[in-house]
């Protein structure tokens, strides 16, 4: 299969679902000739103009209010909001409005809207252009979350989400988007709901999305020199959360670590963490679960601080031998 | 001289001495930022930034009509303005090196470039985001009494979001003692103002709320004194805020660099020939405050300022990385 970047993936989907459905139409700042903040949209204005390649004013709120009353009436528009960190602005509109009119109107309603947007740190942008903010649109009944970390995932949960008559909110990494791997030329979609299974193993779980399953697979690469099997699970949807395949895993490894980038504190690690000790996978626990996550601070500048603020692949190795240790099946095996 | 200053028939009310310190200031930013650039092609610094290029009057003409106790808040293109409020290039750069030694300790870098002690309430990564702040702190200086004033930068893209409406609003409700200076500088990123605003008349806005509304030539250095003055002597006497306009021009990209597809060659260049820099040294020139020599002597003495800025950043040492939790909470 060829492959292409992840960028490129986001494109490809924007536009195929462009062609198949006119009421597909994009808004945001820049998307234009400029191409948006990391060229996702280059070139879309050429092949389908500016009514449906809209350059907004810079305003937020209305971006994303235009989007769910544009939606209300059979729209399906993609807003794009250039930097996740600026959702705080528009999430009136999301939260307040577009995640409940459906169910305070008593199912009047459809809002088949999608809110793309770069999210996370990694390159320098500090404190305001670098958040993981992923776990407080999760936390809203009516809202869809996904966070794709493959090319693949990213046209094909584009699509399911375009598709989709719900908010659906897409976080895309900025550090992905340069990152290249197999993408179909031929329409599919990848499902909203379903995590996938990236590694089998049979020694610890590692549950990650976007960019920390990269280093998750990485880490396992590294962790299997030394005898120890992880299985990755990739989530990529966040809003609906696949229970199904983060229990049916830690049943057969009987460990699992969470890793994500946005903060440990009150990040979703603890609705994974509760999914796991909530559900017959309690029984087969052979050391207690494991969360990695953002510190607690704003995003830094300095690179190595800003390294430091998030896990990376060795926290995530270390974390894993540690969980061996500390198991007795593993101590009577070595 | 097509753009000859519109002030030489104005009698603008500064000693000879302000006005070199004037030119000088805007000799600082210009060569702060060429340097910036410089540094980053070469890999020395990292992340984002915004360069000030070709808007040098406005920062300056505003800020040298403030007293040295006033407070301003900035933008992500806010190194003009920390530079003409007094801040120290060393440290300035040293930030933007991630240095431990640097504004913020290395943790901001150059969106929230912030010197406290110069008055300077912060540089701004969210477009508008400083409007509120400083809004806040004019009805702080109202409650204390302490006959303070601030000024709230801000570009034309600002206008856009719903934080300027809301503020400024404010403002004129409680009369607060704030001038608002939107720097126009017809682009917010690839967005001219006449497809990013229903009126690029700015200042019409300023009606809405009640307040008087100025719009200035903003590479004409005094011209946005003039109007700045009025402004923030309106505001210390009480009687509110004032929006400013100061119309100018990015000569560069966006942030660190970009393609230009929004825009001509053509443009740049002809805004390039109203140089607002040269055009107040011309301006100098013929009042005989200097000369050709005085001008080369400034920008060598600029020049070597910045070079020992650029050294003292670089002998500085980095953040340790286990205080990285270090001054969250207060
Ligand atoms: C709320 C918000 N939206 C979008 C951005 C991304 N962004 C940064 S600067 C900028 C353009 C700002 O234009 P303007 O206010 O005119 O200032 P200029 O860059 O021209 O100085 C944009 C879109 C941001 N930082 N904050
Ligand atoms: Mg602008």
Redesign the interface.
């Known amino acids: 299969m060829r492959e292409i970047t992840y960028a490129q993936a986001v494109r490809e989907a924007l536009a195929e679902e462009m062609r198949r459905d006119e009421r597909v139409f994009l808004m945001g700042?820049?998307i234009?000739?400029?191409?948006g903040?990391f060229g996702v949209t280059l070139g879309l204005i050429d092949e389908f103009g500016p009514e449906r390649v809209m350059?907004t004013?810079?305003?937020e709120?209305?971006i994303i209010g235009a989007a769910a009353g544009a939606a209300v009436l059979g729209m399906r528009p993609v807003a794009e909001v250039q930097f996740s960190?600026?959702l705080t602005?528009g999430s009136d509109q999301l939260v307040n409005q577009a995640a409940k009119m459906r169910y305070m109107f008593g199912g009047k309603v459809r809002v088949p809207m999608v809110v793309r947007t770069p999210a996370g740190s990694g390159?320098?942008?500090?404190?305001?252009?670098s958040q993981s903010l992923e776990t407080w649109f999760m936390h809203i009944p009516g809202l869809k979350v996904v966070a794709p970390a493959t090319p693949y995932d990213a046209k094909g949960l584009l699509k399911s989400a375009i598709r989709d008559d719900n908010p659906v909110v897409v976080f895309e990494h900025k550090l992905l988007y340069k990152t290249k791997g197999p993408v179909p030329e031929e329409d599919y979609t990848v499902p909203i709901g379903k995590a996938a299974i990236r590694r089998e193993g049979t020694d610890i779980t590692v549950i990650a999305t976007s960019v920390m399953v990269l280093r998750s697979l990485a880490a396992a690469d590294r962790l299997a020199e030394e005898g120890i099997s992880v299985e990755v699970i990739d989530l990529r949807s966040l809003r609906p959360l696949d229970t199904e395949t983060i229990v049916k895993s830690v049943c057969k490894t009987g460990r699992a670590v969470v890793v994500h980038e946005a903060n440990k504190f009150a990040g979703f690690g603890g609705e994974i963490v509760g999914t796991i000790v909530e559900s017959e996978a309690f029984d087969y626990l052979d050391a207690p679960v494991v969360r990695l996550g953002g510190?607690?601070?704003?995003i830094?500048?300095?690179?190595?601080?800003e390294r430091?603020?998030v896990p990376q692949e060795e926290d995530i190795v270390a974390a894993c031998r540690n969980l061996m240790r500390q198991s007795p099946r593993w101590r009577a095996r070595a | 001289m097509a753009e000859s200053m519109a002030t030489a028939a104005r009698k603008v009310d500064l000693p000879p001495g302000r006005l070199l310190h004037m030119y000088r200031q805007m000799l600082r930013i210009r060569k702060f930022e060429e340097e910036v650039d410089r540094l980053y092609q070469a890999g020395k610094i990292w992340g984002t930034f915004h360069l000030y290029i070709g808007q040098e009057a406005s920062a300056v003409g505003a800020i040298e009509a403030l007293e040295p106790g006033d407070y301003i808040t900035s933008t992500h293109r806010g190194h003009g303005h920390s530079i003409a409020k007094g801040a120290s290039i060393p440290l300035m750069m040293a930030e933007l090196r991630g240095k431990e030694t640097g504004y913020c300790r290395g943790r901001g870098g150059s969106m929230h470039i912030a010197d406290v002690e110069s008055g300077n309430l912060g540089a701004n990564g969210i477009v508008g985001g400083g409007i509120p702040i400083a809004t806040g702190a004019a009805l702080a200086c109202k409650k204390l009494g302490n006959g303070r004033v601030v000024m709230c930068f801000f570009g034309d893209g600002a206008l856009a979001q719903g934080a300027f409406h809301e503020a400024v609003n404010f403002a004129a409700v409680f009369k607060l003692p704030v001038v608002y200076v939107c720097e126009n500088n017809q682009y917010a990123m690839s967005m001219p103002v006449d497809r990013g605003l229903g009126s690029t008349d700015i200042v019409i806005r300023a009606a809405a709320y009640g307040l008087p509304g100025v719009s200035v030539d903003g590479n004409d250095v005094l011209a946005v004194y003039e109007a700045a003055k009025e402004a923030v002597d309106r505001a210390r006497r009480g009687e509110g805020p004032t929006l400013i306009e100061t119309r100018t021009y990015r000569w560069r990209g966006h942030s660190k660099s970009d393609a230009n597809r929004y825009r001509t060659r053509e443009e740049i260049e002809a805004w390039k020939q109203r140089c607002p820099i040269r055009r107040f040294g011309e301006y100098l020139e013929g009042l005989g405050l200097l000369t050709a020599a005085d001008r080369e002597r400034m920008e060598r003495e600029v020049e070597a300022e910045i070079q020992d800025a650029i050294a003292f950043a670089e002998s500085q040492p980095d953040p340790d990385v286990s205080q990285l939790a270090d001054g969250v909470y207060a």
């Open positions: 700042e820049d234009g000739v400029y191409g903040a350059d004013p810079l305003s709120a209305a960190d600026f602005i390159t320098g942008a500090a404190a305001q252009h510190k607690d601070v704003p830094p500048y300095n690179p190595q601080l430091a603020a």
